[in-house]
């Protein structure tokens, strides 16, 4: 294998880049095949020094000249799929500068009234790490690079999640400190939970709230952004942050795959994904992105899945983009609520001791039904002023599911029954409609004054309706925790001694702000607020009694604030202080049995951290401490509202993504947590929330031969771990779900065809070890159980 390069950064992280340019890009092959090979981007309009500057960062190229041609100049930024030689081309369209690949594959950039080349200069460099990305582009206001950013961001891109094999987003959350999977309803739904605090909603899709009740299909996945703490200016959050999902966009080069993996319990799953320009267009492209999944699982439960997903991206000559997405998910899986706990005394639960593919639903088919369609539109309009631009989404999902289940409502001693014996109902919600809208339009650009200002400022709406029908039948007692089908249970939901009927609506309107002031060349402040007017509106219908109840919270307001801090201790280094708070209207209808209307819980964080590259950009460490407060806080359990007062969240994480050496990634991370109840309750009170452990750590390498002459070039191998210690199973610490460290490995071979076609072959073993474990709690009687030791295998073409 060659040696590595030593590499030279003289073009500025702090923004200018430095013309007349030249450079050359370095890996196994020569310069020139770097410089004409694609790759995908997705840049948005900006100052050229620093839309360059990035465009260098994400094409591994190094950059050194003198700032003053790029003074003053704007470029419309890159989106698609791009050589080097094309992506500048585009991005200085308008500048008054032209680029200039000579024989040797230097590329250089020069006035374009100037008809001589001017002396080049090599600069050696190597792309970005496969598993690191330094980009939020959809999650930020302002996008920028990461390093630069006073808060804690996890990118967890679509090269790590291949290598894995993630078959779901819990795969991708657990190569992220701190953060953890909650029951999500039987598996049915994201569900996690972010230093401490738990929300099954807090999912966003290209920066939009997108609140649906369902899985996310991976198909469309680019990468994963994990934002810890709260962000002043989307307001409504939970203090823990959000998760956003960045969608795969139509590119302009052809690229086309299929794929298909599998398992030894059942897994069957094939995707294909199509991209390219209209015709021969150099201003629309398109994408489709389709999935087929027809499993089952280890707990012979079923998965059976469709997803389509139909995009088209519009490029004007005057850098006007108009992107339109539809996305189409039927989702059939059974609600697996897991094993169930048994009363052990001196108020203590123990899961029984069963095989862990033991289903207590008996010969009821506990089956969820969901159908979702969502609409995107985004228009980003350049104004007469390069310097600005106006961004507008619009965005419009709605979810019909219907569900029928049985669970355990009593076990052994639990509510006078005879030791082991058990007491299920049948449950049933039908007719459930979620519609969610939205839309935003921002302001974005920049203001020349003596402190140079970043901005963007606009407005938005929000407005979440859920309607549904909850039929429940009587407790069946029959059959035992060792043997749960020796009884049959009836469907009763036709006579159902309980039916509900639940409409409501959530609407709000937000202003917000978010401000950088780079103070100096080394001090950056970020300014965030939020001015949002809420309200809820609930109506309940007993359909038993005909009784109806109806509440309206009225008008409230919140404004939400927040204060950066970013200082370039040295040009590798940066030291960070932020502050944020935030808010989020509690849903007044939860709960089967009762109501409870609850002012809205509020939060605030203060992070410090500080995240460094090295010198060549093989290194990018990230640490971060905060202390976290949330008031108001309620949770359900076991289906019904539990107000537990408020949670403190202290802790610390720090994360490393690495390619010390060409073909070997890593990335790791760990974190630990001191998470307590505050609360007027003494059973709770000072104890750790449940499914929270105090520690989480992770681990992924791997190795790919490279190298063109070695025998064995195409091969790749990777392995992990991943730790969670002690977690309980409620507030009151009655029951012990244990710690896990599950062990992945996997390996994998790329075969080249003709015309840059080329397959890949997965084969590996996920949970090695066979560890036996729980992923999670909703209550005495939804305990998720972690899968065993799984064979998977994958093929996928590219063409």
């Known amino acids: 294998m060659p040696s590595q390069p030593t590499l030279h950064r003289a073009w500025p992280l702090l923004g200018a880049l430095l013309l007349p340019l030249t450079a050359t890009a370095q890996n196994n092959d020569t310069g020139s095949a770097a410089l004409t090979a694609t790759r995908a981007y997705a840049i948005p309009a900006g100052p050229l020094g620093q839309v360059l500057s990035r465009f260098a960062s994400e094409s591994g190229l190094m950059f050194s000249a003198a700032a003053t041609l790029t003074e003053g100049k704007r470029s419309p930024g890159l989106r698609g799929e791009y050589s080097v030689e094309e992506g500048l081309a585009r991005l200085l369209q308008g500048s008054g500068l032209r680029h200039r690949l000579t024989g040797d594959g230097t590329l250089t950039l020069e006035r374009q009234e100037q008809t001589h080349a001017l002396q080049a200069v090599s600069v050696t460099g190597t792309a970005q790490a496969r598993y690191e990305s330094r980009y939020a582009d959809s999650s930020l206001r302002l996008p920028k690079n990461l390093a630069d950013t006073p808060r804690s961001i996890d990118v967890i891109p679509e090269q790590l999640m291949l290598d894995q094999q993630a078959r779901e987003m819990a795969d991708a959350f657990r190569m992220s400190p701190n953060i953890v999977v909650g029951d999500g309803y039987g598996n049915t739904r994201e569900h996690t939970l972010i230093r401490g605090f738990n929300r099954n909603d807090n999912i966003y899709r290209n920066g939009i709230p997108a609140s649906n009740a369902s899985r996310i299909d991976p198909a469309t996945i680019d990468n994963v952004q994990i934002i810890k703490g709260p962000v002043a200016d989307i307001g409504r959050m939970s203090p823990g942050g959000i998760v956003n999902i960045e969608t795969k966009q139509p590119r302009f080069q052809r690229g086309h795959s299929l794929a298909m993996t599998f398992d030894e319990h059942g897994q ?227 006579t159902p001694v309980n039916a509900q009927s639940f409409d409501v609506t959530l609407t709000s309107y937000g202003v917000f702000s978010a401000t950088d002031f780079s103070l100096t060349d080394t001090l950056t402040l970020d300014i965030g607020l939020r001015y949002e007017r809420f309200e809820n509106d609930y109506h309940h219908e007993n359909l038993l009694t005909n009784e109806t109840r109806d509440l309206d919270s009225g008008h409230n307001n919140k404004l939400t604030k927040g204060a950066g801090l970013v200082w370039k201790a040295t040009p590798a280094l940066n030291l960070y202080l932020s502050y944020a708070d935030t808010f989020e209207p509690q849903n007044i209808y939860t709960g089967n049995q009762q109501v409870i209307q609850q002012d809205p819980s509020e939060g605030r964080q203060v992070e410090a951290g500080a995240k460094w590259h090295s010198e060549d950009n093989r290194y990018f460490i990230t640490a971060a401490v905060f202390d976290l407060r949330e008031d108001d806080v309620v949770e359900t359990v076991n289906g019904e509202p539990v107000p537990t007062g408020g949670i403190t969240s202290q802790g610390l994480e720090l994360t490393v993504t690495a390619n010390p050496v060409t073909g070997f990634n890593l990335r790791a991370g760990v974190g630990v947590l001191d998470a307590e109840i505050d609360s007027d309750n003494t059973a709770t009170d000072g104890n750790r929330p449940r499914n929270v452990p105090k520690t989480t750590a992770s681990l992924w390498a791997s190795y ?78 939804r305990i998720s159980v972690g899968a065993p030791r799984t064979v998977f295998g994958g093929v996928k073409l590219e063409f």
């Not at 209209?278 to 994408?287: I, M």
């Not at 027809?294 to 108009?322: I, M, P």
């Not at 059959?479 to 089908?485: E, I």
């Open 704 to 781: 790919e031969f490279q190298n063109a002459e070695n025998i064995l070039k195409g091969l790749g191998v990777g392995g992990g771990v991943t730790y969670a210690s002690n977690r309980y199973g409620d507030n009151a610490h009655s029951l012990d779900i244990g710690d896990y460290t599950v062990l992945d490995a996997g390996v994998w071979y790329y075969l080249p065809l003709h015309s840059g076609e080329r397959w890949r072959f997965d084969l590996g073993v996920k949970n090695l070890s066979d560890e036996e474990y729980y992923t999670a709690s909703g209550g005495d009687y």
């Open 268 to 494: 069957r799953r094939g995707v294909i994904d199509l991209t390219g320009p209209v015709g021969d267009s150099q201003n629309l492209a398109y994408r489709v992105t389709g999935a087929v999944e027809d499993s089952e699982t280890f707990r012979d439960t079923n998965v059976d899945r469709r997803f389509l997903s139909s995009s088209l991206l519009w490029q004007g000559d005057s850098g006007v983009r108009v992107g339109l997405n539809h996305e189409y998910t039927r989702d059939r899986r059974d609600i697996d609520r897991g094993l169930i706990t048994v009363a052990t005394g001196n108020s203590k639960r123990r899961i029984v001791d069963v095989p862990r593919d033991t289903r207590y639903d008996g010969n009821i088919p506990n089956e969820r039904d969901s159908e979702v369609h969502l609409g995107e539109l985004s228009v980003i309009i350049p104004l007469a002023n390069p310097a600005w631009e106006i961004d507008n989404k619009l965005f419009y999902s709605q979810e019909d599911n219907d569900d029928l289940r049985a669970e355990v409502a009593a076990a052994g001693p639990d509510n006078g029954l005879p030791d082991g014996t058990l007491a299920r109902r049948v449950i049933s919600n039908q007719d459930q409609k979620i519609v969610h809208k939205f839309f935003r339009s921002q302001l974005v650009g920049d203001i020349g004054t003596v402190i140079p200002v970043r901005l963007a400022t606009g407005v938005e709406y929000r407005e979440f309706h859920q309607e549904w029908k909850n039929f429940s039948g009587a407790p069946q007692v029959g059959g035992t925790v060792q043997d749960p089908d020796s009884f049959t249970l009836v469907n009763d939901i036709g």
